[in-house]
Structure formats: structure tokens, C-alpha cells
């Protein structure tokens, strides 16, 4: 008989914590249903195993780094709404350490709310990147230029791959500041 409340959302949400926990490498669906306090079996009858979790997983993270990002954005333009997107992207990536890497996978064309998710993540992007005077190819390459940065950066921090005697902080400042003026002087802006 499954746990009484238990259902799919209840699985993921409880799979978030658990990452942050203990990893996203970590994440078993038998440290799972151990957490949960159901037998392994049990958990199919939420999701139909590794992958699929972890596709359910990258769907809420996604959404809630999105959220994230939108609101950062939100009535800010230049560099203020890239600094604000920058330092909303950090803070997620420090408070979730364990479902932050899931935010890395594409959405699943056949889940439309991580697809939603994903168009709105990207949409936050490509609104300050407008800002800059950048769209359709020049925004794409733009923000994967942006994204790879950020998650470089933030990657490289959780790893401890920072050992030089300088402030991390003011290192990410620095790095959102030269994304500004890499992204304000864009190569062959709109000449494609």
C-alpha cells in the first residue's frame, strides 16, 4: 500500500532536499525511498526510475532558478539586470547545491511545464540581453556565452577549484563586469 500523501510531486520535492543534502551524484532512488521511508518498489509507482526522476528533478530546479532569474530582472536594464540576473544565478547555485545541476539538463520536449520552464529561464536571459541591443542568432550566442561563464564559475566554486589567495566575490563581480563588456561590444551584432 503507498505511504499515504505521497505522489509524484511530493517524490521530487523530496528529492531536491535530499540532493542538496547530500549531492546530485548522491542521488539514489534508494537513499530516496530510504528518506521517504518506503521500499524501493514503492517509488515506481511515482516515477519510473533514474532518469525519469532525474528529468522531474531538472524540471523543478529549472522552474525555480527561472523564477529566480525573472524576478532579478525584473525592472532592471544594462548592466544592472545582468549584474542582478548574475547574482540571482549564484545565490541559487549557493542555496541549492544539489539540484543547481540539474538546471544543466535540456528540458524534456515531452514534459511541457520543463519545457515552459526552460523557455522562461531563457527568457529572462534574452530580455536583458535585449537591453544590450541583441536578438535572434546574436542573442542565442550571447546567452550561451553568459550561461557557460555563470555555470563555469559557479561549478569551478562548488568544487573548490579556487585556490588563489583572492576574494571569490569580488572575482564573480569582476567576471559579471567583463560579460558586460563583451555583451555591449558583441561581434557582427545583427550582421547575420
Known amino acids: 500500500m503507498p505511504r499515504a500523501g505521497l505522489n509524484q510531486q511530493a517524490v ?8 542538496d543534502e547530500v549531492g546530485y551524484p548522491q542521488l539514489t532512488l534508494a537513499a530516496l525511498a530510504g528518506r521517504l521511508g518506503v ?22 530546479a529549472t522552474a525555480e532558478l527561472a523564477t529566480e532569474l525573472t524576478t532579478a530582472a525584473t525592472g532592471r536594464a544594462g548592466v544592472d539586470a545582468l549584474r542582478a540576473i548574475a547574482t540571482a544565478y549564484r545565490a541559487y547555485a549557493h542555496r541549492h547545491p544539489g539540484r543547481y545541476p540539474a538546471t544543466q539538463r535540456v528540458p524534456d520536449p515531452a514534459d511541457p511545464e520543463h519545457v515552459a520552464a ?11 540581453l535585449r ?6 542568432d546574436d542573442a542565442v550566442d550571447a546567452t550561451r556565452a553568459l550561461r557557460s561563464a555563470l555555470h563555469g564559475f559557479v561549478a569551478l566554486e562548488a568544487s573548490g577549484g579556487f585556490g588563489l589567495p583572492r576574494d571569490i566575490d569580488r572575482s564573480y563581480d569582476q567576471l559579471v563586469e567583463a560579460l558586460d563588456t563583451a555583451i555591449a561590444a558583441w561581434p557582427g551584432r545583427g550582421q547575420r
Not at 39 to 59: E, F, I, N, T
Not at 119 to 128: L, T
Not at 131 to 136: K, R
Open 12 to 19: 521530487v520535492r523530496e528529492a531536491a532536499r535530499l540532493a
Open 39 to 60: 521500499a524501493l518498489p514503492s517509488l515506481y509507482k511515482h516515477v519510473r526510475g533514474a532518469d525519469a526522476l532525474d528529468q522531474k528533478l531538472s524540471a523543478l
Open 118 to 128: 526552460g523557455e522562461r529561464a531563457v527568457g529572462a536571459i534574452y530580455a536583458v
Open 131 to 136: 537591453g544590450y541591443g541583441l536578438s535572434g
